[in-house]
């Protein structure tokens, strides 16, 4: 079965803090690919990235980086030094050949606080 | 120009009534999906349509049916709507393959009262 776990419901921190926003996926396939987008409070979702299960190399994009690793199953994201307008529920998906959607976590909710 | 579009953006209905929500995408993608979201935010798919022809229908109750005239389109017809279906739908579309990202529309706000 094809899962995406984010055990973090509801994250609040002050700005300029650094954040780190857990998944954990679960999927026999051998070909997949991950992805994270952002929720801002007026409701469109906004990509962020996409990784295919063949290329374990970490990426930097500003002050965002994502972990990705196979041996746990995880795809983690971080934000660097936080800022009030990364304040978006977060959602990590999973996506797979063969099956034309995606599968979504439940989503984290970070608060950034001024 | 908007790559995904869905009209409309709020829609207000009473229990019982039908309701349509449009989804057009011009980017020339194969494949367009429904996915909703519920009051805790968890988005889940209802149906995927490549080229015109349904590939996913997750298990919705047939009250639910989508049309899509072209590739470019995807509508969403819903019938005697209940209270259970007041939620957000967003339209989506990539190309044939997964490697690359959906594209959203800007979600439907759909309140059954």
């Known amino acids: 079965a094809q899962k995406v776990t984010q055990a973090q419901t509801e994250i609040s921190v002050v700005e300029k803090e650094d954040v780190t926003l857990d998944c954990v996926y679960e999927?026999?396939?051998?070909?997949?690919?991950l992805f994270w987008y952002k929720q801002p409070p007026s409701g469109e979702l906004v990509f962020l990235i996409r990784?295919?299960?063949?290329?374990?190399q970490n990426e930097i994009s500003g002050r965002y980086s994502w972990n990705f690793q196979k041996s746990t199953s995880s795809f983690n994201f971080t934000i660097t030094a936080s800022q009030v307008v990364d304040s978006a529920v977060y959602f990590c998906?999973?996506?797979?050949?063969?099956?034309?959607?995606?599968?979504f976590g439940q989503g984290t909710r970070l608060t950034i606080n001024p | 120009d908007t790559a995904v579009s869905q009209t409309p953006k709020y829609l207000v209905t009473q229990m019982g009534n039908d309701k349509s929500i449009k989804c057009e995408q011009n980017?020339?993608?194969?494949?367009m999906y429904w996915y909703k979201q519920d009051s805790k935010k968890f988005l889940k798919i209802m149906f995927s349509?490549?080229?015109?022809?349904?590939?996913i229908n997750e298990t919705v109750p047939n009250r639910f049916s989508p049309k899509s005239p072209d590739k470019a389109h995807l509508n969403l017809h819903i019938n005697s709507l209940e209270l259970g279906d007041s939620a957000v739908y967003f339209c989506?579309?990539?190309?044939?393959?997964?490697?690359?990202?959906?594209?959203f529309g800007q979600g439907t706000r759909l309140t059954v009262v």
């Open positions: 980017l020339g993608h194969d494949t």
């Open positions: 998906a999973l996506g797979f050949q063969g099956a034309q959607k995606l599968v």
């Open positions: 999927t026999r396939d051998t070909t997949y690919y």
């Open positions: 349509y490549n080229n015109k022809e349904l590939i």
């Open positions: 989506a579309s990539t190309p044939q393959v997964m490697n690359t990202e959906a594209f």
């Open positions: 990784r295919n299960s063949f290329d374990e």
